[in-house]
């Protein structure tokens, strides 16, 4: 069974950082893809940041130029830098991983950015 356990969530004042990671585990090959996604309260969840296997990366607008992702693919993990935090990115981040789809997903981390 994969497991995807996200850590590094927490209260932060508006430009501060943070730094998430996703931790896989379980009985797994290397995933194509692992990824950062998050929903906010009363929004749909919504891609923050994705990267392949291979190291190439996709941004979603909103977190272009603050927001840096990496993966460790000895590790299976997958990390997320935050920058200049904004109050608009309080949300539940959600790890995701998977061999063509998103197969599977951790059960979030709470970021809450404070003005």
């Known amino acids: 069974q994969v497991q995807l356990v996200e850590s590094g969530g927490g209260l932060v004042q508006a430009g501060g950082s943070l730094r998430l990671s996703c931790a896989a585990s379980?009985?797994?090959?290397?995933?194509?893809?692992m990824g950062w996604y998050r929903q906010a309260p009363g929004k749909q969840r919504e891609l923050v940041a994705v990267?392949?296997?291979?190291?190439?990366?996709n941004y979603a607008d909103s977190a272009k130029g603050r927001f840096t992702i990496s993966r460790d693919n000895a590790k299976n993990t997958v990390y997320l830098q935050m920058n200049s935090l904004k109050p608009e990115d309080t949300a539940v981040y959600y790890c995701?991983?998977?061999?063509?789809?998103?197969?599977?997903w951790g059960k979030g981390t709470l970021v809450t950015v404070s003005s």
């Open positions: 379980g009985t797994i090959f290397r995933f194509n893809a």
């Open positions: 995701a991983a998977g061999y063509g789809s998103m197969n599977y």
């Open positions: 990267i392949t296997s291979g190291g190439s990366t």
